[in-house]
């Protein structure tokens, strides 16, 4: 695999990583949010999931829900560690902290 971080990686692939890396979270899941007004429109609603590059780095924002019983923070510290590995070891891009 090349270096160059100039690669084009679409959101859609962002989010497929993102989707992955919480399956192996035990007790979160993503929620759909509340509908926009252009995403009724344009016909695609994310689920619980957005991801954004900017150069090196991928903003991602998670919608989720937390089986009862579960301890909240360390339940949201497994899930920010598994995507953020998750994209930085798919794609060599950071997940800023």
Same mark, same amino acid.
């Given at each position: 695999?090349?270096?160059?971080? =100039?690669?084009?990686?679409?959101?859609?692939?962002? /989010? %497929?990583?993102? &989707?992955?890396? @919480? !399956? =192996?979270?035990? %007790? #979160?899941?993503?929620? &759909?949010?509340?509908?926009?007004v252009g995403e009724f429109l344009g016909g695609r609603r994310r689920r619980g999931i957005t991801a954004e590059r900017e150069g090196d780095e991928v903003?991602?924002? @998670? *919608?989720?829900? #937390? *089986? /009862? %019983?579960?301890?909240?923070?360390?339940?949201? #510290?497994?899930? $920010?560690?598994?995507?953020? !590995?998750? #994209?930085?070891?798919?794609? %060599?891009? $950071?997940?800023?902290?």
């Amino acid at each position: 695999m090349s270096d160059d971080r =100039d690669l084009a990686i679409s959101a859609d692939v962002l /989010y %497929g990583i993102v &989707q992955l890396a @919480l !399956e =192996d979270v035990d %007790g #979160v899941r993503p929620i &759909q949010p509340p509908a926009r007004v252009g995403e009724f429109l344009g016909g695609r609603r994310r689920r619980g999931i957005t991801a954004e590059r900017e150069g090196d780095e991928v903003w991602v924002d @998670l *919608t989720l829900a #937390v *089986t /009862y %019983g579960k301890v909240i923070p360390k339940v949201a #510290v497994a899930a $920010q560690r598994a995507v953020r !590995e998750a #994209v930085t070891s798919m794609t %060599g891009l $950071q997940v800023p902290s």
